[in-house]
């Protein structure tokens, strides 16, 4: 199929479809016109691509996963997966917990800032 057409079963850019392909995790062939090809595959590859990217992973990343998760769409994790998910997790869960002391932070200085409110 073109790239137009993959594009319009997966909402996926031209843009990053030209992307997802330049960096190997899509296999495309060139037309005797030099237009890029796709397989019928290529849809469940984007859709997981795109939910892979979703959850915080790299390109450099999902390009290491093995194909039990870039070629199934839905696939949730391999055991040769988990370890890799575990940290992303880990890592959001700093992120978040970061962005909550930066909130409660906030919350004293506009408390401690504000004006007395009219009795």
Partial sequence: MSIGELARKTGASLRSLRHYDDHGLLASARAD?????????AITQVRQIQRLIASGFTLA???GFPDCM????GAAACPETSEVQRRRLASVERQI?????RRARLREMLEDTAPPSPQ
């Fill in 33 to 41: 016109n030099g237009y890029r090809t796709f397989p019928a595959a």
């Fill in 97 to 101: 917990a970061d962005l909550e002391r």
């Fill in 61 to 63: 990343e999902i390009r």
């Fill in 70 to 73: 870039r070629l199934i769409e």
